[in-house]
């Protein structure tokens, strides 16, 4: 197998969006994919499916084997941009790290899916469309995205102000996750299934310059891929220069970030491990990235989206005691650690209209 599509059939998340890739082609897949969610789900709702001889009103059941069978009727296509860019934003919009996977990702995971996933896997590896999923940071073609209707909902100043220098906002941020984690260990239960939430993501503060490559007219990656979105309708990019000679870590993979974690890293176990057991099932302890202490060597982190779809959710294995999960990045997103990018104008404002694709404004 390919070395991309291997990475894809991984995680939950990866085969998740294979599943979305495949179900996207047929209504029968979808609904059998549906209706074999419900076994995996806390959400027990019904809508309308009635047993015949009965007046009580049931949907059918579908088994994961059943819904391989409708999977593998469709004809494994390669993909064009918009299709793949639709499956990977309703994978990505499903990530929530403080509860446990949802119904699509436990059954994607399941091994009656393995042949037909691989399979879509193979031809999703092959496709050009998908190059830039396993691409590093493509330095001449990067852009910021602002929300203007959630920076007003939340009473959020300008997204893009960088006034602040990047090394005072990473100063702010190390200190707030030690006293976090200090607090924490005095006061939340170490009982890691306690019906305890907190702060549960990894990714360096949101502060500092993030950006994403463009996938031609359908504009920059981050407008399509949003983790747990707030369905805006409306957006702001600009494109931005990146210094030359800035240094930048590329995550390609699970180990990547496990190494990383073994060079520079902050125990977060009081303060993640709630949600965290909750989102992957492991009790121990965890360690994020010191992005403070990363900042001494890097310029910027770029996390490719083969990383974030073989290894979000994961619990990424850093030794023998500790781990560590990707949370709360989006993928091909490149956080800036330090000063060295500038905003290249004029801006360009999108609109989210009825037909469900991000255009020009």
Known sequence: MDALADRLMRGPRGRHFLMGMLAAGSERASEAIFLASRDFSDNSASFGW????????????????????????????????????????????????????????????????DEVLARMASTIAGAPASAWLDSPLKRDDQHRVRWPSTEHSHGVPHTWDTSTPSAEVLAQWGAAVREEESTARKERPADPSAPWGGTWWSVPPLPLVT??????????????LVEDSFGEN???????????????????????????????SVDVTASRRHDWFRCTGRAGDWVIPDWEQVAAQYDGVHLTGAAYLEASRVPIRVDDVRASVIAGWNPDTTVWLRDVTRPEYPEVRWAWPDGGEWVPD
């Open 234 to 264: 409306a957006a702001v990019t600009v494109r931005v220069a990146v210094s030359p000679g800035a240094r930048v870590l590329e995550i390609a993979c699970a180990e990547d970030w496990a190494d990383l974690c073994r060079r520079h």
């Open 50 to 113: 009635a047993v015949e001889g009965s007046s009580t009103w049931e949907p059918p059941h579908v088994t994961p084997s059943q819904a391989a069978d409708a999977l593998a009727a469709v004809a494994a296509s390669a993909p064009h941009v918009r299709g793949l860019l639709r499956a990977l934003r309703e994978t990505v919009d499903d990530a929530m790290y403080w509860q446990a996977p949802g119904g699509g990702e436990v059954l994607a995971s399941r091994p009656e899916l």
């Open 211 to 224: 950006t994403m490559r463009a996938l031609g007219e359908l504009g920059p990656v981050g407008l399509h």
